[in-house]
């Protein structure tokens, strides 16, 4: 069996998730317990279209059932979870709304510097998930089947098939 390895893309990623990661658990406040929660929700439905769409994507099928198993069983598991961070879009719907009916984006502002342990929990279940979906689409990688390229047209062949 052949050796399987992390491509730079996989190494890539993750050094991104996890410096992403570790501001958001400096900040730990709304903009980031919403950030990392839309990146999650983003990246699991591109993983979930690729799976669907693209067959030959064993990475994305992997990625898709662990992350979203994961973030549906700590979901289920976890109902005192309450406080829920807004998506980004609703966090600037917010702000413009602030900005056009009273002038200012003072309410906004303080509700996104204020440190919360919810938001803590949050941003650790958003990692978490991102986490089990690098696991699941190294799995898929894993474990798909390895087909061969197609093999090269015989020298002489295209005489054959006019004939």
């Not at 069996?1 to 658990?25: H, K, N, P, Q, T």
């Not at 992997?62 to 005192?80: D, K, M, N, R």
Request: glycine share 10%; charged share 15%; with cysteine.
């Amino acid at each position: 069996m052949a050796e399987r390895r992390l491509s730079i893309g996989d190494v890539m990623g993750a050094v991104f998730v996890i410096g992403l990661g570790c501001a958001a658990v400096r900040g730990q406040n709304l903009l980031w317990s919403s950030t990392m929660l839309t990146l999650t929700l983003a990246g699991l439905g591109t993983a979930t279209v690729l799976a669907l769409v693209r067959r030959d994507r064993p990475a994305a099928v992997g990625a898709a059932v662990f992350g979203w198993s994961s973030l549906i069983l700590t979901l289920a598991t976890y109902p005192e979870r309450v406080t829920r961070p807004r998506l980004l879009h609703t966090i600037a719907a917010v702000f413009l709304k602030d900005y056009l009916f009273e002038g200012s984006y003072q309410v906004g502002i303080t509700l996104l510097t204020r440190p919360d342990r919810a938001h803590y929990d949050w941003i650790v279940l958003s990692l978490e998930t991102i986490a089990f979906a690098f696991f699941g689409g190294w799995v898929g990688r894993a474990l798909a089947p390895r087909v061969p390229p197609p093999s090269p047209p015989p020298a002489g062949g295209d005489a054959l098939r006019r004939a």
